[in-house]
């Protein structure tokens, strides 16, 4: 079964910034993409962005990302990263890693970012 550990989140104040960590239990190669999701309060979880196997990148088409949040990817550490910048209050919540290969699917446990003076 394939897992995804995610790191990074934490309490930050507005207009702060965050990186987070994804760490597949096998190469991130495997999989057609990997990218971003995010659940904040009273909210279904919403697409943030992907990275595809040829590392191209897809940005939700929601307004939230408006270049703040920024997906990359080290092959070196097979890794994927997302950094979140000028934070606000509205982007507190909890940001799932995702992995997908073919019609499967697989998700993080979630790291909680919550951004709050």
């Known amino acids: 079964q394939v897992q995804l550990v995610e790191s990074g989140g934490g309490l930050v104040q507005p207009g702060g910034s965050l990186r987070l960590s994804c760490l597949p239990s096998?190469?991130?190669?495997?999989?057609?993409?990997m990218g971003w999701y995010r659940q904040t309060p009273g909210k279904e979880r919403e697409l943030v962005a992907t990275i595809t196997l040829s590392g191209m990148i897809h940005y939700t088409d929601s307004d939230f990302v408006k270049d703040r949040f920024i997906p990359s990817r080290d092959n070196k550490k097979n890794t994927i990263y997302l950094q979140l910048n000028s934070l606000k209050p509205e982007d507190t919540g909890v940001y799932y890693c995702n992995a997908r290969y073919l019609s499967e699917q697989y998700w993080g446990q979630g790291t909680q970012v919550t951004v709050s003076s």
């Open positions: 096998e190469s991130i190669f495997n999989f057609n993409s």
